[in-house]
């Protein structure tokens, strides 16, 4: 048992008691989260936000205008008004198939319904595997956009 307030508690494992500070852990890592934040930022988390916003959408634009025939996206098809996450199929192959393919030159993807079953009924996706997944973060680079859009037109072409 671990009591929910700042204040010193005991935390009860079956072999032994152990003093822990509670929230401690979870107050440490937001900290580091919101430093590491503002070091994109040069000390704002505003900044921070509008380059990891303008990063995100230029990486999005790249894989948008550079996606290859036979790869069906599912979704708005401009930058403009959603997040750097993609769900799609490669004709002719499952969505494990490609994310497996994928796996294999170190390019990480998603694959199923993650979540989202009433999406991929209303796609016509749930009974087929679902779609596969890739999102881009502000630590994604253009060459790796590349990679992924060389290996899926690889995917599609054959």
Known sequence: MLAHSPRSVVSVWP????PVIAGSRVIAGATA???????IGDGDLDTAYTRIEEHET?????????????????GIRT?????????????G??????AELLGEQDLYVWDGDYYALEPMRALGLADSGGAVRAGFLHYTTDEEVDRLLEA??????G
Do not use: H, K, M
């Open 15 to 18: 072999t032994r008691a152990v």
């Open 33 to 39: 989260a919101i430093e590491y934040l503002r070091g």
């Open 58 to 74: 230029q990486l999005s634009a790249r894989f948008l205008s550079g996606l290859p025939d036979g790869v069906a996206l599912y």
């Open 79 to 91: 930058p403009e008004g959603r997040t750097p996450t993609f769900c799609f199929n490669v004709g």
């Open 93 to 98: 192959r499952g969505p494990r198939e490609v």
């Open 152 to 157: 899926l037109g690889e995917l599609a072409s």
